[in-house]
Every structure is written in C-alpha cells, then in structure tokens.
C-alpha cells in the first residue's frame, strides 16, 4: 500500500531522441498531430526480407553530444541514450557537472544494447582475425555502456543500475529509479531507456518469428494498426528517452518546474512463456493492480491509459482483456491510445517514450491518437481514441509495458498539486 511517509517523487525534466524528433516539442507535436515515423528501411538492404519497414532516425547526428572520435567507440544505441539525458537534463534545468554527485543515480535499461557493436566484433572476428577486431568493442556491447555513459557525463556517483527486461525495460527503469528517492538513497534520479536494433539481424530474428507485418511494404505508415481487425505484427523501431526524477523536497528547494508526479509502479512475471501473453493476461493484470494499489488510487481515478499496444493479433487482444479485468466496467470511460501506432515497438526504450507521454497528456490535456484504427476488431471494444486526439482533464495516467519473457511493468503518473504539508 501507498506510503504516506515516504518522499514525494516528481518528474522534472525530459529529453528525447525518437523517430518522432529529437527534442521534445518536436516528438509531442508530431504526436499529437498523428504524424508516423515508420519508413522504408534505409540503413541496410532489405529487399530480400518479408518486412521491409522499421522506425529509423536516419538523420541523427551523434556530434551533437559527443567528438566524433568519441562517437566512433560508442554502440549506437548509447548515443542516442546520451543525447536524450542531455536533453532531458538541460529541459530540468540541472547543471552538466551535479553540485552533490553521490545523491544522484542513474536507472537506465535497454532489451539488446550495443548488439550492433558485438555483430561488428563477431564478424570481424570470423571473417579475419582477433587483431583486426576493434579494441572498444567488447566493452561497447555490454548491456550498461548507456548507463555507464550518462553516469560518467554527470558525475553521477550515486546508485546506478542497468534494467534488461525486454520491452517492459523503460517502464521499469522509471519505477526502479523512483525507488531509489523514495527509499532515501538519492535526491535525483536520470532514468530512462533506449533501443537500436533497426539492423538485418533485428528484422531477420523478428521475422523468423513472424512477428513483423509483411502487407504494408509499400504503405509503411499504415502499418502499425494497434487494435484494427487488419494488425499483422509490430514495426520494430530505436530511439531513447529520458527521464529526470527529484524528490519533491529536492525540486522545490531549487525552484524546478514539476510535470508530474510518480505516483505508483509495479512489475510481474507471467512464467508462461518466452514470447506468447498468457492468455488470461495473469502478469498484466497484477501489474496494473499493484501498480495502483502502489498510488494508492482506485481504478477510477485513472482518465488516460498508454497502451502496450504493439498492433499483434495476441498482445492486443490480451491486453484488452487485462485492462477489462482490473477496470471492471469502468474500462469503457477511461481514455486508451497506443502510442506504438506512430512510434513503433522501440523495445527497451519505449517505456519511457510513452512516460513521456503520460506526463504531456497531464500537462496539456490532450490524448494522442491511435492511428491507423480503420477497423476496429469487435473483440477489441474499448475507446482506443481512433485516428484522433481528443482533449479531456487528465490527472492520473497509467502506462503498460508487456515483454518478451513475460515480463510486465506498469507505471502511474499523476498531476502534482502542490507542496506536502509539513
């Protein structure tokens, strides 16, 4: 149950690096407007491969956060972790160098890291010779370079852990971070996730598992179809996001803007299988229920759900079932989207992605759509906000992430109303 006497823990700065934008006016305008950043494959050939579409950042700049020396020794995805925490840092107006280090603590995730590194090292390694391998790739491939870099540009001395739960990783990177503060152990936390597996092997091993649409080649933008009767399968994407969490105490002390306010988290285990829900939707349901009964709050209380959403015939269809049992009847008057409809599946990263979501809903009380919900499937029959954003006063948010291994993370976000009593 909710602690009264623990601290406050509120969110206070965000960054991004998306297919959306990699800034945070851009990523929630092009939200809000409907826009999809899902395009023809361009970083490698993929003619031959039954999916030919992914979300891609083909315009991202590493230079921007880094000498290009230095980016040459760093996997892909731990530069677009880096540029989203500077983002996000600068957004909360914390200096680069943290006046009190050891307060600070870094909770970071991602479901396959510098993977992109470690093929360049085998490769290399099979094809010619261990001397020719690059001496940074070994350490590059490691699950926490993100983690480690982001420490090692702030000076974070404080806790600092790297979460690999597959696709419920950003989701659980945010709460776990939030744990740090709540149990006393940091005054800040930069918390978050990031993914860059856009590559043949990505598309090669999720198509062998057919879990990719093969219809939509030549429509890429409609292709991720959460909740419509004509969902193939998710489009694999990267990107990072970023997340800066305070103490309340702590934020106000400096006079920081607060956006919201984390009220609750909760992860589960569905122990059923390595890819497939459990068709009762036992893990989410206990998820979104502990993740409330964490807030404190009843199911009524929640107005916006961002959806897991991955546009598979199986994860939405469960999904639904979850929410319908944990909402009972009031599941048909809370708003739902899917987020991934526009984004794609960024796998460790989307979890924070749609944490900032849920704290831009809060603050402008405006609903991103579900795009592409031409057709609903009738098994399907919540409000899914198809094709549209709507407006409504949102002050609790909830956010599903679902992963392979079953494992499932929620989180719950709620306006701030101002300063505890003393």
């Given amino acids: 149950m909710n602690n009264g006497n623990r601290p406050r823990v509120v969110i206070t700065g965000m960054g991004v690096v998306s297919v959306l934008g990699d800034n945070l ?27 030919q579409i992914a979300g891609e950042i083909p315009d991202f700049d ?63 390694l099979r094809n010619d010779s261990y001397r020719k391998v690059n001496p940074f790739i070994a350490g590059g491939s490691i699950p926490n370079y993100s983690t480690f870099l982001i420490s090692k540009q702030f000076q974070c001395l404080g806790p ?14 945010v709460g776990d971070g939030a744990e740090y503060i709540r149990r006393g152990a940091a005054d800040v936390a930069i918390v978050g996730g990031t993914e860059a597996i856009v590559s043949d092997y990505g598309i090669g091993g999720f198509s062998s ?45 400096r006079g920081a803007t607060i956006f919201a306010e984390v009220a609750g988290h909760a992860s589960s285990s569905d122990a059923f299988h390595v890819a497939q829900p459990h068709p009762d939707a036992d893990g989410p349901k206990r998820a979104m229920r502990w993740a409330l009964n964490d807030a404190g709050l009843d199911t009524a209380d929640v107005d916006y759900i961002n959806a897991h959403g991955t ?99 929620c989180l719950v976000l709620k306006r701030y109303n101002g300063a505890s009593p003393a």
């Fill in 25 to 51: 006016q851009d990523y929630w305008n092009n939200l809000i407007a409907g826009k999809s950043g899902i395009r023809k494959i361009s970083f490698f050939d993929a003619s031959d491969f039954p999916c």
């Fill in 62 to 124: 590493a230079t921007k956060y880094m000498t290009f020396k230095e980016a040459r020794r760093v996997p892909r995805s731990a530069q677009l972790a880096l540029g989203s925490a500077i983002n996000a840092v600068k957004h909360a107006g914390l200096p680069e160098t943290m006046p009190d280090p050891e307060r600070v603590g870094v909770s970071y995730g991602t479901a396959m890291g510098g993977v992109d590194f470690l093929d360049l090292g085998i490769t290399t």
């Fill in 160 to 173: 600092n852990s790297t979460i690999v739960t597959a696709c419920a990783t950003g989701t659980q990177a």
């Fill in 209 to 253: 598992m057919r879990a990719l649409p093969t219809s939509f080649n030549d429509d890429p933008e409609a292709a991720s179809r959460p909740f419509d009767v004509a969902r193939e399968g998710f489009l694999l994407s990267e990107g990072a996001a970023t997340l800066i969490l305070e103490s309340e105490e702590h934020a106000l002390a």
């Fill in 311 to 409: 546009s598979t015939p199986l994860n939405d269809l469960t999904e639904t079932k979850a929410i319908k049992h944990v909402f009972g009847e009031g599941a048909y008057d809370v708003t739902i989207s899917s987020t991934k409809s526009m984004l794609g599946h960024a796998m460790g990263a989307s979890g924070a992605l749609e944490a900032i979501v849920c704290a831009k809903v809060i603050e402008h009380g405006i609903i991103p759509p579900t795009i592409n919900l031409d057709n609903q499937d009738p098994e399907l029959d919540l409000n899914y906000n198809a094709k549209q954003t709507s407006e409504r006063d949102v002050t609790v948010t909830l956010s599903n992430s679902f992963g392979l291994g079953g494992q499932n993370a």
